[in-house]
């Protein structure tokens, strides 16, 4: 979207990612499509089901930023950033569940929520709104899934180091804290590290995704440093 001030994933990257799978000795599907697009999705988990034989584990990941003063967003903004945070959220959800439910086994669903969806990002109400969306649907998706022994959780990251902050996004929340410096430090850790690697939450997707956590469901994972308790 427009207003999205980052460069977004490539087919490039999704090839690396693919590369990095194999290198494994595992196998991988990749599809391009837009969160979006239910059908799109649908397809492509079907498709994915199909070849690999199984679905166990659901990770909505896709997400957008925009840094805005309250009165810049536009509506187009707004339905764009919540369109694809809590639309293209639930539609990945809607995409395999089913599957999940069908092959018996139970599984998790890790629903990508932030650090905005505990406290709030200053200067960006649409994405902090979606955040909050994800938190309350995680737990509601939590409650009538629970019967087929699939767990349902959010996790709920601050600052990581990431694409997020390549183009001008940088210099955009610049310009937005300093329409009111006083909310520059709302999101300040409690501990040294101020951002994380995108390897750091993966260890928790990972976690949610396994065994280890297999009684922990409608809960909201922080990894953030503390930074939400700020």
């Given amino acids: 979207p427009p207003c999205v001030p980052y460069d977004?994933?490539?087919?490039e990257d999704l090839e690396e990612t693919a590369r990095l799978v194999e290198k494994t000795g595992q196998q991988i599907l990749t599809t391009v499509a837009d969160t979006r697009d239910l059908a799109a999705l649908r397809?492509?988990?079907?498709a994915g089901v199909a070849e690999l034989g199984r679905l166990d584990i659901i990770v909505a990941n896709a997400g957008v930023a925009a840094p805005q003063i309250w009165n810049e967003i536009t509506p187009t903004d707004f339905r764009d950033v919540?369109?694809?945070?809590?639309t293209g959220t639930w539609n990945s959800v809607m995409a395999g569940a089913?599957?999940?439910?069908?092959?018996?086994?139970?599984?998790?669903?890790?629903?990508?929520?932030?650090?905005?969806?505990v406290k709030?990002?200053?200067?960006?109400?649409?994405?902090?709104?979606?955040?909050?969306?994800?938190t309350g649907m995680a737990r509601a998706f939590a409650a009538e899934l629970g019967k087929h022994d699939i767990r349902v959780n959010s996790v709920h990251p601050g600052p990581v180091n990431s694409a997020m902050g390549s183009g001008t996004m940088i210099e955009s929340i610049a310009?937005?804290?300093?329409?009111?410096p006083q909310l520059a430090h709302m999101m300040t850790p409690f501990l040294t590290t101020w951002m994380a690697e995108p390897e750091?939450?993966?260890?928790?997707?990972?976690?949610?995704?396994?065994?280890?956590?297999?009684?922990?469901?409608?809960?909201?994972?922080?990894?953030?440093?503390?930074?939400?308790?700020?």
């Fill in 8 to 11: 977004p994933a490539t087919p």
């Fill in 43 to 46: 397809a492509a988990v079907d």
């Fill in 82 to 86: 919540l369109d694809i945070n809590v």
């Fill in 98 to 117: 089913q599957h999940i439910i069908d092959g018996g086994r139970g599984g998790s669903v890790i629903l990508i929520s932030s650090a905005a969806g």
């Fill in 120 to 134: 709030l990002q200053p200067f960006m109400i649409h994405y902090t709104a979606s955040k909050h969306a994800v």
């Fill in 175 to 180: 310009r937005t804290m300093e329409s009111n």
């Fill in 200 to 230: 750091d939450i993966a260890d928790t997707v990972s976690w949610l995704a396994g065994d280890e956590s297999k009684l922990i469901t409608a809960s909201a994972i922080s990894v953030d440093q503390g930074s939400t308790h700020y």
